[in-house]
């Protein structure tokens, strides 16, 4: 389950925790060697550099006027008679950016990916399969591997479009909506924070239009949770409130359509974690908002964050890290210190397991013998 939850709030959209999520159900195992290490960094400079000429070519041209953000949530939709489409238009309306600017950044994504691997621009689909299901079996892998891999899974779906006329196809477009977020978090950890937020609203309509390509899809409802949520900090406290709630709906519905992915069980424990922790002020806000505003328990948290784990044992470090915090939160500290040292045992090999291993480190000061 790669790539997942961290820095986007789960009550979500931002009341404070937060969400990054993987790739296609699957976590991702891998070890960095040292000849790996050694071309990633090499690949940085070269990227570096790339910037630089980028940002140089930039100032030569006019910036683009941006329109002003559309409004995310519409207390219209529920009580009108239209069609599912239309209700998903008006209640989730579109990004705070015109469609045309998201192109201009694919294609200058799509150029640095081609440069900083040493190949020219191609127009072709190299890597592209005839079979649909090959195609997406190798993006899938791609989505579990290296920030190069998902870059390159961005730039192969990005190929395929007219090749596999791919516009209306859910399966494409939640992968797309994934991919898009993925490269969001990589050009984030650049530094390139304009660019992320592109990026990241661009995958939220992405999702948004999976979600309306087939209800039925699970990992569409999932995606658009997990884009939803990563808009915390782009939005405002009344916006982040009812996005945490739209989220919540999501990730029930993903795990109605598919209880066996344990993504969808940690996205759980991540929202009623978030709701658990929720300050003072912050259940003050929601009480403002709604009539019963929304509770749980570290308890509820843990029970969902188990479920993950039993579908998949052991290997996720960031969801046995909130299995230990939970225990932490219910003062079990002989239990959270045999779930902390579980989770210490995971290799770091996503930037999210190393932010995972800094908090492992600063519970294991509450270990017990």
Request: contains cysteine; negative net charge; proline residues 2%.
């Amino acid at each position: 389950m790669s790539t997942f939850l961290r820095h986007n709030a789960v009550f979500l959209g931002g009341l404070g925790v937060g969400i990054l999520i993987g790739v296609g159900g699957s976590v991702v195992y891998f070890r960095l060697t040292t000849n790996i290490d050694r071309e990633l960094r090499l690949i940085s400079e070269s990227i570096s550099s790339l910037r630089k000429e980028v940002n140089e070519l930039k100032e030569k041209v006019p910036s683009r006027r941006r329109r002003s953000p559309a409004a995310f949530y519409s207390g219209t939709a529920s009580s009108s008679g239209e069609t599912d489409d239309d209700a998903y238009e008006d209640a989730y309306g579109g990004s705070d950016y015109e469609f045309h600017n998201f192109h201009d950044l694919q294609t200058e994504i799509h150029t640095q990916m081609n440069a900083k691997i040493g190949r020219e621009e191609q127009n072709d689909n190299t890597d592209i399969g005839d079979d649909r299901d090959t195609f997406f079996s190798s993006i899938d892998k791609l989505f579990d591997g290296t920030d190069e891999d998902k870059l390159k899974a961005y730039e192969m779906l990005q190929n395929s479009r007219g090749k596999f006329q791919f516009e209306n196809d859910v399966e494409y477009c939640w992968r797309l909506a994934k991919s898009t977020y993925q490269v969001s978090q990589i050009e984030g950890s650049r530094g390139e924070l304009e660019k992320k937020k592109q990026l990241v609203y661009a995958s939220k309509d992405l999702s948004q239009k999976a979600v309306a390509l087939d209800e039925q899809c699970s990992n569409a409802h999932k995606w658009f949770a997990i884009t939803l949520g990563s808009l915390g900090e782009y939005e405002s406290t009344q916006e982040k409130i009812k996005n945490g709630y739209i989220f919540k709906e999501h990730i029930e519905r993903a795990i109605q359509l598919d209880p066996t992915d344990p993504s969808n069980h940690h996205l759980l424990g991540r929202w009623c974690y978030g709701v658990y922790m929720l300050s003072w002020i912050e259940r003050k806000a929601a009480a403002t908002l709604f009539a019963t505003p929304p509770t749980s328990t570290a308890e509820e948290a843990l029970s969902h964050f188990l479920e993950a784990d039993s579908l998949k044992p052991g290997k996720w470090k960031e969801n046995l890290l909130y299995i230990a915090k939970c225990y932490y939160q219910m003062s079990k500290y002989k239990e959270m210190t045999e779930w902390v040292d579980k989770a210490a045992a995971v290799p770091v090999i996503s930037q999210d397991d190393k932010t995972a291993e800094e908090e492992i480190q600063s519970l294991m000061k509450y270990r017990v013998k």
